[in-house]
């Protein structure tokens, strides 16, 4: 990426991993898609985008994981742009760029993370008074975890997406994030997956106020695409093994349509020990440990 002059303005966005900490499938659409019932929070790995005024719309690309993006037009960021140009009528021109760090096809909503980002740098770039529900909207169009990626925030997910409860006071998780670097395409999961009966929640009686509450919930839950990803790529297996050899680990599951996969861990020192035993175990593998967003 080039240097930027002190003078040119810069705005920047992050775009955090999403984490499904539970996944129901809860039916089918007509139209092929499914509808989920999924418990999502975010972590601290993230994209992060840079915005700046430019004579044409253009997207540079840096980070580890840049090799694997497509640059151009299948890009989401700039179809995220190119649609919020044509539905809000301005020229539409940008200089954005893209520090890739989250991996790509990977369960952790890395492509909406940065599509979201889009719309939101984008919206403040070009100064547009657009309200969020109009965002959501337009996000959606993009893809089915656009909105919750907009709304940032520990979320209830209903529909394909489009249904939002936030849930700002989930406490927050010491978790690991383990990736075996082996791209899955959403599409190709739900497309595996078959729906015998559609899965339901049990009603929550109340939200969980701690970490341990909320793990003891988890553990009456589960990811329904975690069985067709294990088809589709039987490495998740052994990710998952590794991770709940740990000890420590309270609880491990998949997230998304995976790859990537998360143990929880009681607190920051544990998670930290665990990946570093899992990173020097397996070098070959994305393993980090963070903290996922919560209120408490
Ligand atoms: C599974 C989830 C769970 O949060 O996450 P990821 O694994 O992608 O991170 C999402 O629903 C993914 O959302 P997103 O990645 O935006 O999916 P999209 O681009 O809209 O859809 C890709 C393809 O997946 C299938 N699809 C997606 C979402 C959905 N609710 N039902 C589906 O059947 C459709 O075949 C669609 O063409
Ligand atoms: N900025 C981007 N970040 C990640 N993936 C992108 C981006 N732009 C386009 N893609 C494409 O989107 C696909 C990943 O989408 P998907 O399978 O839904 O992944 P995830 O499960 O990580 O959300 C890949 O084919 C990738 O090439």
Not at 71 to 89: D, S, Y
Not at 148 to 176: F, H, K
Not at 222 to 234: F, G, I, Q
Request: net charge positive; glycine share 8%; charged share 25%.
């Amino acid at each position: 990426m080039r240097p930027r002059s002190a003078a040119e303005p810069v705005l920047r966005e992050r775009a955090p991993a999403k984490l499904n900490l539970d996944l129901l499938v809860t039916g089918r659409r007509p139209d092929g898609y499914h509808e989920l019932d999924s418990l999502v929070v975010f972590a601290d790995p993230a994209d992060e985008l840079r915005f700046a005024p430019a004579p044409l719309l253009q997207l540079e690309v840096a980070g580890p994981f840049a090799a694997e993006l497509p640059t151009g037009e299948a890009n989401i960021v700039l179809r995220a742009a190119r649609l919020l140009a044509e539905r809000t009528g301005v020229e539409g021109n940008a200089r954005i760029g893209l520090v890739k760090r989250l991996p790509v096809a990977a369960g952790i909503g890395g492509g909406s993370a940065d599509a979201a980002a889009t719309l939101r740098g984008l919206r403040r770039l070009w100064n547009l008074s657009l309200d969020d529900r109009t965002l959501a909207a337009l996000g959606l169009a993009l893809g089915a975890d656009v909105p919750v990626c907009l709304a940032g925030t520990p979320s209830r997910m209903r529909g394909i997406g489009e249904r939002l409860e936030p849930l700002p006071n989930l406490p927050a998780l010491d978790l690991v994030l383990v990736n075996p670097r082996r791209p899955l395409a959403t599409a190709a999961v739900f497309g595996a997956l078959r729906l015998e009966r559609p899965s339901e929640r049990d009603e929550p009686s109340a939200l969980p106020r701690t970490p341990e509450a909320l793990v003891e919930r988890l553990a009456g839950t589960r990811n329904d695409l975690e069985a067709p990803a294990r088809t589709l790529l039987p490495a998740i297996g052994e990710v998952l093994a590794a991770l709940v050899s740990d000890p420590a680990c309270r609880l491990a599951r998949m997230s998304g349509s995976g790859p990537t996969c998360f143990g929880i861990f009681p607190d920051a020192a544990a998670a930290r020990t665990a990946a570093a035993r899992l990173a020097a175990a397996r070098p070959d593998w994305w393993v980090v440990a963070c903290r996922s967003g919560g209120g408490a």
